[in-house]
């Protein structure tokens, strides 16, 4: 059983082609080995009956012959008699007793082998292990005078059998060569539909390529699987194709949205930068006009030119703003930088703004981290800036507070001012969004200058305000950018 | 003031911001000569043809535009530190675009200051300060 679990195992891995030559072979092996065991079986059995035909004929003769010199007491008529057996080769010893049980005569084929086979009374043929005895009485006038005893080997049996075996042997190579050959064909047959289908399914796994199909090559088992098997290709094909046009589609839209972000990006640096050049004069030129009183001094001059002046600064802030923007994603070279320094650069920068408003600005202690000063002042700056712009009646007082957040810096910009309405927290990061008219002046890229950084830095930036109550903005910096006081950087523990 | 009236080299494209300087000089009465050139090549030139030890009367100062047709400033600034008769010239480099990496390409010059075209009138004070401290430092 055990050699049969061990034998499936390892037919299982042949091949179809290898599998059905086995059937083949076996088959016709032990068809052909069945045949040749009856055929041997049969001739045994005949040749036995022959055998002992013949041996009872032979010591019919011989009895007879030596009848004669056994009445006579002959011994050399006998022996004369005998050694006419020697033309018998398979026979090994023969031997005429007299009446009382002694031997008259004896023959042996050889002389290694010089005793005589045992007398019985009356005629027996008996077939023994190694060799058939006949023992027969030698009679005169139906009296008994003496015994015939023989010895003869099975050696014709065996001559038979091997001669039988061989070809036996002969047959079952032929039959299974020819078997082999001629069921070539019918093999094929099975056989190639499954390794086209093998084949087409390894090449259409290998180049991914949908487009092949499976022939079908028979209207079998075999032809209902390639049909199935093709009907699936059809739909994973179709398939595919939907997803390669999606995925085409998608590329290109990323391409161009690319690219129009890079086109805007590079418009919005030109534009700020180019802009502000004639701003400049036109500003610079009417505060001339203005200042000189080259125009009419009446009140209402007056009130138009500082109209367009005011108009001027507002689009220079705007352009200024703009550009720094647009700079934002200039390439910028990342060094240690000092948070609190950063802060204080920044609080140095809105040092008017501060003043004017009375406003009080405290800070935790903070860290320095790997990032490019250019980025984090104008972070701070706005930040800080809009919490003394869009103030309350309050004094504004403003802190600037530092936790970790997980693995992540998270840096809170606390303020006392008005706060924000709820469905404006996300609006506000949108450039130039403004929830304000000119009675406070901004450009409306002030948050969005801060989302833009924090977001570069793999941030996030959001708020968290109620109208009436200040607001909190809230930004996270990854903790790797942390450095320690030793130089090392790495994560928050 | 001392030592009378000074010479300073504008080398601008634009005329309304030498328009600007010229009015601003006079508004702080800083009693000066201006030499005007308009572009890269002609800056250029004037600078070869300033002989070095010719004990000729070169001007106190020079203002350069960073963003100059055909040269560009820069260019105009290592031609001048080059040139031994203009190599301790006092240079205000006036431009209108505050890029660090403008910054940084000029701070590389010798007694080279940096400032940026400004877009209010009220800032053009401050330039005359800065001209005035460079030229009295300069004599």
């Known amino acids: 059983m055990r050699l049969f679990a061990q034998l499936n195992t390892t037919v299982r891995d042949w091949p179809l082609r290898t599998k059905l030559l086995a059937v083949v072979i076996a088959t016709t092996t032990a068809a052909v080995a069945l045949a040749a065991a009856g055929i041997v079986v049969s001739d045994s059995v005949l040749f036995t009956r022959y055998l002992e035909r013949d041996l009872t004929a032979l010591s019919q003769i011989v009895a007879d012959t030596s009848t004669g010199a056994l009445a006579f007491d002959d011994p050399k008529a006998a022996a004369e008699t005998l050694s006419a057996l020697r033309a018998r080769q398979h026979l090994i010893a023969a031997c005429i007793y007299r009446s009382d ?7 042996f084929r050889s002389k290694a082998n010089s005793e005589c086979p045992r007398r019985q009374d009356g005629l027996q043929v008996a077939f023994g292990d190694d060799a058939v005895a006949v023992s027969r009485p030698v ?27 061989g070809t036996v042997l002969a047959i079952l190579a032929v039959s299974v060569l020819l078997a082999a050959v ?3 064909r019918l093999r094929r047959l099975i056989t190639n539909p499954v390794v086209k289908l093998v084949e087409t399914v390894s090449s259409v796994s290998a180049n991914r390529d949908y487009r092949i199909r499976a022939e079908r090559v028979s209207g079998d088992e075999m032809g209902i699987l390639v049909d199935a098997f093709n009907e ?11 997803l390669r046009r999606a995925l085409a589609e998608r590329e290109q839209a990323n391409r161009r949205l690319a690219q ?96 004017t408003n009375h406003a009080v600005v405290t800070q935790d202690r903070f860290a320095c981290v790997r990032a490019y000063e250019g980025h984090l002042i104008p972070l701070f700056q706005n930040l800080i800036g809009n919490a ?21 810096l998270r840096i809170a910009v606390t303020d006392n001012g008005e706060g924000i309405a709820p469905e404006y927290h996300s609006k506000i990061f949108v450039p130039f969004k403004r929830l304000h008219g000119p009675e406070i ?48 950087s790495g994560n928050v523990h | 003031m001392f030592g009378g009236k000074y010479t300073v080299l504008i080398i601008e494209d634009n005329a309304a911001d030498v328009q600007l300087l010229r009015l601003t000089f006079e508004d702080v009465h800083l009693n000066c000569d201006l030499i005007v050139v308009t572009d890269g090549e002609q800056a250029l030139a004037w600078v070869r043809d300033q002989p070095a030890d010719s004990g000729a009367r070169l001007p106190d100062l020079a203002i350069v535009d960073l963003n100059l047709p055909k040269h560009d400033g820069v260019e105009v600034l290592s031609a001048m530190r080059k040139n031994s008769a203009l190599a301790g010239l006092p240079i205000l480099v006036l431009s209108s675009s505050p890029r660090p990496s403008d910054v940084a390409r000029v701070s590389a010059f010798p007694n080279t200051r940096y400032a940026t075209k400004p877009s209010f009138l009220e800032a053009y004070g401050e330039i005359a300060e800065t001209v005035r401290q460079m030229l009295e430092l300069s004599r």
């Open chain 1, 101 to 107: 049980g002694t031997v008259l005569a004896s023959y």
């Open chain 1, 139 to 165: 009679l005169l006038a139906d009296r008994p005078i003496g015994t015939l005893s023989m010895l003869y080997d099975y050696g014709e049996m065996w001559e038979r059998r091997t001669i039988y075996g």
């Open chain 1, 182 to 184: 001629f069921s070539t």
């Open chain 1, 232 to 242: 699936m290709l059809s739909r994973i094909e179709e398939r595919d194709e939907e």
């Open chain 1, 260 to 355: 129009s972000n890079e086109d805007l990006e590079r418009f919005a640096f030109v534009a700020s930068h180019d802009l502000q050049e004639p701003l400049r004069m036109v500003s610079v030129y009417t505060q001339l006009l203005q200042k000189r009183s080259l125009v009419d001094s009446s009140p209402e001059t007056a009130r138009f030119i500082s109209t367009i002046v005011d108009g001027t600064r507002r689009m220079h802030e705007l352009l200024t703003d703009l550009r720094a923007y647009a700079e934002l994603n200039a390439s910028s070279d990342m060094r240690v930088v000092d948070l609190n320094r950063v802060i204080e650069k920044a609080k140095d920068n809105l040092k008017l703004s501060i003043e």
């Open chain 1, 388 to 408: 003394i712009k869009y103030r309350s009646n309050q004094a504004p007082r403003i802190h600037i507070s530092c936790a970790r957040d997980g693995n992540d």
């Open chain 1, 441 to 488: 002046p901004g450009s409306g890229i002030g948050l969005a200058i801060c989302e833009r950084v924090v977001q570069r830095y793999g941030g996030r930036i959001w708020v968290e305000s109620e109208p009436g109550k200040g607001s909190t903005f809230v930004f996270t910096l990854p903790g790797n950018l942390l450095v320690f006081a030793d130089g090392s």
